[in-house]
Structures are given as structure tokens and as C-alpha cells.
């Protein structure tokens, strides 16, 4: 189960001090992965296919050319795999326009404190920048970051290392002076190759054993995140 506390291993261990913080953004800043789920399996009723959520979670934090060929490959090669994807879009723009686009528990605070501590931070995420900045935009957090990396900003994407890789150097910070915060098994993937250490704040995907292996944490939210970030402020 995620740590509703700092565990123990972190009050004890001596790491690099923390110069920056990169954070995925659905199901880890925004509780957007549910209406993305939502949106896919409508997309697919209204072509008369049926989508199960489980299949549909098979999607979370893949990049969009990985979402399409796992698609395709599942469903054949007849499957309006465009129109499906378009529809999608509408379905989630609308859910998110009409106010089911939330903050998920924690955020503002870490935000805050990481203003207090003046470390630069930026958003490593598989969206798309269209996406990215209209969903930003519209919980107010546009304005909080000093770089945002999205799927159309690099030539491959998560679990690849390059989305962490061109964030950390947007903010002017080795990887291994790095914080990154994911909720996803891809995200998690790419930080850790990336060579920056991962805490992972699981949304829908329950961690697996490769998962726990790594990531330097699992906790329950970003509150958690919050006090290790203090606690190791003061270590250091």
C-alpha cells in the first residue's frame, strides 16, 4: 500500500540534496485520468465497439503513437482508429470544460513550498502542448512552472528517458540532482532511465513489483512529498 508518511528508509538515508523537481501532470497534478478513461470508453460506444476499462488503463501515460498501435493492434486494422481518437478528444474537452477538471490532493501546497524554497520545477508529460497548456490554464497552474515538456516538444516519449532528460536541462539540472513525482508505470520507467530518482503517487495503476524496484518511494500524495521535501531540506 502507498505511505500515508515519510517511510522510514527516507528520514534515514543520505542522498544529493534536491536542486529540482519535474513533475507529470495526468493523475499526478490533475485528477485527469479518469475522464480520460471515461472519454475513451464513450469514443468507442459511439462506434458501437465495446472498450473495457482495464484495456483502457493499458493507456496510462503512453504517448499517443503508443496508445494508436496498441489500438490498433488489439482491435485490427479496420478500427476507425482516427475517428476514435477524435472523438475521445471531444468527449474529454467537454468533461473538462464543463468543470470535472480538478486538482489532485496536494498540489497548491507543493507548489508553494516549492516557491519558498526557490526550486525551479517543470512538467515532463505525454499530453499533447494543445492539451497540456488548455487543462494548465484552466486550474490556474499556466503560471507555476519553469519549463513544460510535452509529447510534441520531443522525438520519443515515455517510457523513453527523453521527456525527463529535456526537462531537467530546461530548468538547468543534472538528473541526479533531480526530484521527479509520477503516478504512472511509463512515467516511472522514464525517470528512472533518465537517472533521476522517482517518487510515485499511483492514480488508477497499482504499483507493480518492477514499480516498488524503481522508485524511491510509493506514497499515498503529494502531501507526503511535502513533508520528505521539508524533512530533507533540513538534512542537508
Avoid: W
Avoid at 493507456?59 to 478500427?79: H, N, T, W
Avoid at 482516427?82 to 474529454?92: G, I, K, P, S, Y
Avoid at 519549463?147 to 541526479?176: F, H, M, S
Avoid at 522514464?190 to 537517472?195: L, N, V
Amino acid at each position: 500500500m502507498p505511505s500515508e508518511t515519510i517511510p522510514a528508509h527516507l528520514l534515514s538515508e543520505k542522498s544529493a540534496p534536491i536542486h529540482g523537481v519535474v513533475f507529470d501532470m495526468d493523475g499526478l497534478l490533475l485528477d485527469s485520468e479518469t475522464l480520460a478513461m471515461e472519454a475513451l470508453v464513450d469514443a468507442a460506444r459511439d462506434l458501437n465497439y465495446d472498450m473495457p476499462l482495464s484495456f483502457c488503463r493499458r493507456m496510462i501515460g503512453v504517448p499517443a503513437d503508443g496508445c494508436r498501435k496498441l489500438v490498433q493492434e488489439s482491435y485490427g486494422e479496420d478500427f476507425p482508429l482516427n475517428d476514435f481518437f477524435e472523438r475521445q478528444e471531444v468527449h474529454l474537452r467537454n468533461y473538462v470544460d464543463t468543470g470535472r477538471l480538478v486538482l489532485k490532493t496536494g498540489v497548491t501546497p507543493l507548489l508553494d513550498l516549492l516557491d519558498k524554497m526557490k526550486l525551479p520545477r517543470a512538467i515532463a508529460t505525454s499530453s499533447s502542448r494543445y492539451r497540456t497548456m488548455h487543462h494548465l490554464k484552466l486550474v490556474g497552474l499556466d503560471q507555476r512552472f519553469d519549463a513544460i515538456v510535452t509529447r510534441d516538444d520531443v522525438a520519443q516519449g515515455k517510457p523513453n528517458p527523453e521527456p525527463y532528460l529535456t526537462a531537467a536541462k530546461k530548468i538547468g539540472v543534472e538528473p541526479d540532482y533531480c526530484l521527479a513525482l509520477e503516478d504512472s508505470h511509463s512515467g516511472a520507467r522514464a525517470a528512472h532511465a533518465a537517472g533521476i530518482r522517482v517518487i510515485v503517487v499511483p492514480d488508477l495503476l497499482d504499483p507493480t513489483d518492477e514499480i516498488r524496484g524503481k522508485a524511491l518511494a510509493i506514497v499515498k500524495d503529494l502531501n507526503v512529498v511535502i513533508s520528505y521535501l521539508e524533512h530533507h531540506l533540513k538534512a542537508v
